[in-house]
Every structure is written in C-alpha cells, then in structure tokens.
Nanobody, 118 residues
Framework: QVQLVESGGGLVQVGGSLRLSCTASGNIFSLNTLGWYRQAPGNERELVATIHSNGPTNYAEFAKGRFTISRDNAKNTEYLQMNSLKPEDSAVYYC????????????WGQGTQVTVSA
C-alpha cells in the first residue's frame, strides 16, 4: 500500500500562482512515476503532468509553459508549481503514484481543490 497526501490547493485570482505538494508513504518502489491529474465538474479526469523517479517529465499541452512538476526523491514528495492560472484551471487536483516495473500498481491521493476566480 502507498498513501498519498496532497496539500496546497485553495482559492487564487486569475493570473496568480499556487504550489501543490504530495507526499508518498508506505511501500514505495524506487522506480516510480509521480503525477498530477485534475478533474473539473462534469469532466473526465485528465493528465496534468508526470515525473519519473529518474527525472523525465511529461506535460499536458495546457500545462506547458505555465506549470512545473518536480520531485524530491529523498522526501518522496512531488510538487506542482502553477503560474498564470486561468479560471479553466479550476478543478480537483489528484496526486498519482504509478509503478510499472515488477508489476503494475497505482494509487491516488484524496484530491485538493484549486479554484481560480475571475
């Protein structure tokens, strides 16, 4: 089992910034991918960004140039720095842990609300 605890969501004005954090604990495999997904009301959950334990990152098109994903492997923590926020970025943001090597496993955090007001 892996537990994921997010923090950092909240209310911000258009053009503002927020930094989300997610700390993983439990049975963590050293080779893993941490990621952020989001879900707005009436929409499906969508990828925001991922980062592998070795460093490679992947971003959704809407996140490129505005969002930055990073991680601290020693703390089993990932971050999502979000700048130039728009109202359409409002959603519940979920932390994700994924392990592929030696069997696929995936865990989700409980989600943190991000609201961007116009």
């Amino acid at each position: 089992q892996v537990q994921l605890v997010e923090s950092g969501g909240g209310l911000v004005q258009v053009g503002g910034s927020l930094r989300l954090s997610c700390t993983a604990s439990g049975n963590i495999f050293s080779l893993n991918t941490l990621g952020w997904y989001r879900q707005a009301p009436g929409n499906e959950r969508e990828l925001v960004a991922t980062i592998h334990s070795n460093g490679p990152t992947n971003y959704a098109e809407f996140a490129k140039g505005r969002f930055t994903i990073s991680r601290d492997n020693a703390k089993n923590t990932e971050y999502l720095q979000m700048n130039s926020l728009k109202p359409e970025d409002s959603a519940v943001y979920y932390c994700n842990y994924k392990k592929v090597y030696q069997g696929f496993t995936q865990y989700w955090g409980q989600g943190t609300q991000v609201t961007v007001s116009a």
